[in-house]
């Protein structure tokens, strides 16, 4: 029997509606849980923007949630919450530990150091241009109109057009093939081209050529 991979998940709130990393995270959980995957979300403490009435913990199947130490000041929470949740994800015993926004990705050294995979997602639709900058070849997930993501499916045009022209990044617009992605990324970006080109003004070039393509098409 193939042994269920194990991920540990922190930068959110809470799994939730009540923001894009929220969403984002909920989404993706649920379904990688349902895909077999063991996973830990290491959640925020505090009261739910909507209000304390709203924080009740909605239980899924296949996931524990677990409140981690927080420091409920203006600046500090996102900062506190993040390095207890990375502490926690070191010292686990997880496969993959999945880390979403910039700030939280701060600590992404802290499970590496005790040898986990770490996967960095940050939100946004050019957030990729940063990993590619530092040689790294980022795994895209473009949000989608089909699924009220977002008004139209710009992002996920967007991400094609990189991708075919470029060749750099990873498109992923079929969720539930994003754990196997993940899990067999060494081999997938073999032979790929391995992030931005040493000649910056070139990359922008074609970065700018695949935008004003795109604004063309929809005049």
């Not at 296949?62 to 919450?81: D, F, N, Y």
């Not at 997930?141 to 060749?167: I, S, T």
């Not at 990324?185 to 990359?203: C, L, P, R, T």
């Amino acid at each position: 029997m193939e042994e269920k991979i194990r991920l540990a998940v922190f930068g959110q709130k809470r799994l939730s509606r009540e923001g894009g990393i929220e969403i984002v995270v909920k989404e993706l959980c649920t379904r990688m849980a349902q895909n077999g995957c063991d996973i830990t979300c290491y959640n925020r403490a505090g009261h739910h923007v909507s209000g304390a009435e709203y924080d009740k913990t909605i239980e899924y199947d296949g996931i524990r949630q677990k409140v981690v130490p927080t420091i409920e000041k203006k600046g500090l929470a996102v900062v506190s919450s993040s390095f207890f949740a990375a502490l926690c994800s070191a010292f686990g015993r997880y496969d993959v530990v999945h880390i979403h926004a910039e700030g939280p990705a701060f600590f992404a050294w802290l499970p590496k150091m005790f040898g986990k995979r770490v996967v960095v997602t940050v939100h946004g639709p050019a957030s990729f241009i940063m990993p590619l900058q530092i040689g790294k070849t980022p795994i895209v997930v473009p949000r989608q109109h089909q699924f009220n993501e977002h008004v139209n499916d710009h992002q996920v045009e967007f991400a094609r057009n990189v991708a075919q022209r470029m060749g750099t990044i990873i498109p992923v617009e079929d969720i539930n093939t994003l754990g196997d992605i993940i899990t067999n990324y060494d081999q997938i970006v073999a032979g790929m081209g391995h992030g931005m080109s040493s000649n910056n003004a070139k990359f922008n070039e074609e970065l700018e050529k695949i935008v004003e393509k795109m604004m063309e098409e929809k005049k």
